[in-house]
């Protein structure tokens, strides 16, 4: 009863903080308001040798991947990775919500080792801690304009994320880096260049659709993780989209309802390629290919059915 109160008077609390942060540019990197706010702790962060990082551009598969990751790490067990949802699993490096919430900081410190956390920062703002500690990451990237359509549907439906407005003005915004953590060309080029000097595993969304036992078979060789092959077809079951859309403890439904407006999009939304065609209009395509081909020229990193 006691325990009982005591959560709605929190959820009263996080009710009035939420509001649809501006953004505040971190070394020329637009994030929320109270991520900036809190920018020297992030900054600060110690990393311990032993962290594993999951990092994304938002709306890549962050989630997907973290699902995989932390059902490697429990053998395939469910009923380990069913026992609280995904953002308690795995905390959100740079994330907080005003005062008096404690921030992911705060909570990572009291996580023993070996520690899970993911985090949308660019290369360049991450903790140096984490490189000189030379923690492993896995890195997903998902084609930019898939990318940009689930991105453009979350911020409609996460209500502490700028308003996205109408969809022309959105589809600038994203090639101008004008979204939370900034452009995602500068994201996913930079750490495809890092794969080189750090431990990086760095996997594609368009691979993980086409065939997610293999990229399973990657991450668990890369996490030195031994696992036989029916353990590695369980995972690929439970990350299956449709699973995990029915999971409570990986699809955000624990996230309450003035935080996401499930009347805008729903979390787990489509989970497909090429989703973008059925928004894009002619000459917004024209318009993004040319400039997708002027910020991407010269690299080696090449996703599948963009153009
Ligand atoms: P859509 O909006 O295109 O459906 P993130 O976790 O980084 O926020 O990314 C969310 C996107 O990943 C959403 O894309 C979501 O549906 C998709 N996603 C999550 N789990 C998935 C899965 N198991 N298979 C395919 N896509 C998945």
Request: net charge negative; with cysteine; aromatic share 12%.
């Amino acid at each position: 009863m006691a325990s009982q109160k005591s959560n709605s008077d929190t959820l009263q609390q996080l009710k009035a903080v939420v509001r649809r942060f501006p953004l505040v540019p971190v070394h020329g990197v637009p994030l929320m308001e109270p991520i900036a706010q809190q920018w020297a702790r992030v900054e600060n962060f110690e990393a311990r040798p032993d962290d594993l990082v999951v990092v994304t551009y938002p709306k890549a598969g962050t989630t997907w991947i973290q699902e995989i990751v932390d059902l490697i790490l429990a053998n395939g067990d469910t009923e380990k990775t069913r026992q609280a949802p995904t953002q308690v699993r795995m905390p959100f490096l740079e994330y907080c919500v005003p005062p008096p919430f404690p921030s992911a900081i705060d909570r990572l410190a009291d996580v023993p080792s070996p520690r899970v956390m993911k985090t949308h920062l660019p290369f360049q703002l991450l903790p140096k801690s984490l490189l000189e500690k030379n923690c492993k990451i896995i890195y997903v990237a998902r084609n930019a304009k898939d990318n940009l359509v689930s991105y453009y549907f979350f911020d409609q439906m996460h209500l502490m994320q700028p308003d996205p407005g109408p969809w022309d003005g959105y589809v600038k915004k994203f090639m101008e880096g004008k979204v939370p953590w900034g452009s995602w060309y500068d994201h996913v080029q930079r750490y495809w260049e890092e794969r080189e000097n750090h431990r990086i595993l760095y996997l594609l969304y368009e691979d993980m659709k086409e065939d997610l036992a293999r990229e399973i078979r990657r991450v668990k060789d890369f996490l030195e993780v031994d696992l036989p092959e029916d353990i590695v077809q369980t995972i690929a079951h439970q990350t299956s989209f449709q699973v995990m859309k029915d999971n409570p403890m990986a699809n955000y439904d624990t996230v309450p309802d003035f935080i996401f407006d499930r009347t805008k999009s729903s979390f787990m939304r489509k989970g497909e390629v090429g989703d973008w065609k059925n928004y894009f209009t002619v000459a917004q395509k024209e318009a993004f290919d040319a400039d997708y081909l002027h910020k991407m020229k010269g690299t080696t990193l090449h996703f599948r059915d963009v153009l």
